[in-house]
């Protein structure tokens, strides 16, 4: 009687094993097969949302390194704030309009991917959300005009505070503070660290 179950249980043991070697088998191959369309649709947004910054700019370019790396890639500043990467926009005379900084930042329902411009005068050109998972009707109005203007032409020294220079989204604190943090801290974090491209305007 005891070796009957020893062999269900073995048995059931190994059918086991074999269905989650399977599930993972058809998750690895979902994944392989949809991550290039979900970071094509990631770029387009990206570059949409650059567009809409800087209007006049025709050329985005990816800042790097000497040695071609991107600068701050996937940079943790906290344990809630990444800084993706920065581009430069330039127009048709390839003047220099601005640096375009793209970073996250956890909100309520996940990570809010941001994108702004930071002009040569330190100000906040425009604030474009590529992404969010905020709740509908509440955080996810994050991405509306009403909340977005509040920091335009913001100087990177100011506050970035909600409830004092930023007004929140009716009923969404955290998903208000989470932006407003976002920004400030890794706008603060850039140019703490990466003076030098205020200087590259100039050479």
């Known amino acids: 009687m005891k070796q009957n179950q020893t062999k269900q249980i073995v048995t059931l043991g190994i059918t086991l094993s074999l269905y989650c070697i399977i599930a993972a088998l058809a998750l690895s191959v979902t994944y392989s097969v949809t991550l290039p369309q979900i970071q094509l649709q990631q770029k387009k947004a990206t570059e949409e949302s650059m567009k809409s910054i800087y209007p006049d700019a025709i050329s985005f370019t990816l800042c790097t390194d000497n040695e071609q790396n991107p600068i701050f890639h996937n940079q943790v500043i906290d344990n809630c704030i990444t800084l993706d990467c920065i581009y430069e926009g330039r127009d048709q005379t390839n003047l220099l309009l601005g640096y375009l900084v793209k970073g996250s930042s956890l909100g309520y ?19 474009s959300i590529i992404e969010h998972s905020e709740t509908p009707g509440l955080g996810a109005n994050v991405i509306k005009d009403h909340f977005l203007n509040q920091f335009k032409g913001k100087l990177t020294s100011d506050a970035f505070l909600v409830k004092q220079d930023i007004t929140p989204i009716t009923a969404s604190t955290i998903t208000s503070k989470a932006l407003s943090e976002g920004i400030k801290k890794s706008v603060t974090y850039v140019r703490e660290n990466i003076t030098e491209l205020t200087n590259e305007n100039e050479n």
Do not use: A, K, N, Q
């Open 109 to 127: 329902g996940g990570p809010i991917v941001f994108i702004y411009g930071l002009d040569l005068d330190d100000t906040i050109h425009s604030v």
